[in-house]
Nanobody, 122 residues
Framework: QVQLVESGGGLVQAGGSLRLSCVAS????????MGWYRQAPGKQRELVAT???????NYADSVKGRFTISIDNAKNTVSLQMDGLKPEDTAVYYC????????????????WGQGTQVTVSS
């Protein structure tokens, strides 16, 4: 199996910054993508940003220009630098990864972290 451990959430005032990190470990032959999603109370989980091991990124329109995703392939770690935070960014942030578990497997598997709370006060 694959485990994801997230860190870096917390409480911050509007306009402030936070940095989230997520480390993947376990049965991993290769990682395809890593990313961050969020879920606010009463809302569906939504994409925040994703990144491939080759460095290609994808951002939700609501965070473009404020959030930056990065990956450390050697450490199986993805980070999300969040600047200019707004109250509407308040949510539980989840790390997700898509991996190949063994070199003889073609299938890719998705795994989620437990989530970390980000609260932005106005």
């Amino acid at each position: 199996q694959v485990q994801l451990v997230e860190s870096g959430g917390g409480l911050v005032q509007a306009g402030g910054s936070l940095r989230l990190s997520c480390v993947a470990s376990g049965t991993i032959f290769s990682i395809n993508t890593m990313g961050w999603y969020r879920q606010a109370p009463g809302k569906q989980r939504e994409l925040v940003a994703t990144i491939t091991t080759g460095g290609s990124t994808n951002y939700a329109d609501s965070v473009k220009g404020r959030f930056t995703i990065s990956i450390d392939n050697a450490k199986n770690t993805v980070s999300l630098q969040m600047d200019g935070l707004k109250p509407e960014d308040t949510a539980v942030y989840y790390c997700k990864t898509q991996v190949r578990r063994r070199n003889w497997e073609v299938s890719q598997y998705n795994y989620w972290g437990q989530g970390t709370q980000v609260t932005v006060s106005s």
